[in-house]
């Protein structure tokens, strides 16, 4: 189970920290990712962690410099730090877990319920 908070509205160039609590399998081994989807649009990848350390990070373009992406293995938790937003990043963020096995098959997909972030003056 996923489940996503830290969502609201905030004024562009303002910040939010959303988190995702993990919970029925094995977080540490579990490579976790942060999506979004605005009306109308595609859901897209906003960033990547590797598991374990997460020493691996990928972020959409258009985020870069402005979001991170970190996890906890303790709290079973993975956060995104969202920095100078704009009213483009407006949209319901999902928080995933997807592990392959070795063959690139699915092991597991998992999705929250998604927080809704809303950047408006």
């Known amino acids: 189970q996923l489940v996503e908070s830290g969502g609201g509205l905030v004024q562009p160039g303002g910040s939010l920290r959303l988190s995702c609590a993990a919970s029925g399998f094995t977080f540490v081994t579990a490579p976790m990712n942060w999506y979004r989807q605005a009306p109308g649009k595609e859901r897209e990848l906003v960033a990547a962690?590797?598991?374990?350390?997460?020493?691996?990070?990928n972020y959409l373009d258009s985020v870069k410099g402005r979001f991170t992406i970190s996890r906890d293995n303790v709290k079973n938790t993975v956060y995104l730090q969202m920095n100078s937003l704009k009213p483009e990043d407006t949209a319901v963020y999902y928080c995933?877990?997807?592990?392959?096995?070795?063959?690139?098959?699915?092991?597991?997909?998992?999705w929250g319920q998604g927080t809704q972030v809303t950047v408006s003056s």
């Open positions: 962690i590797s598991s374990a350390g997460g020493s691996i990070t």
């Open positions: 995933n877990a997807k592990k392959r096995d070795s063959s690139s098959r699915v092991v597991y997909d998992y």
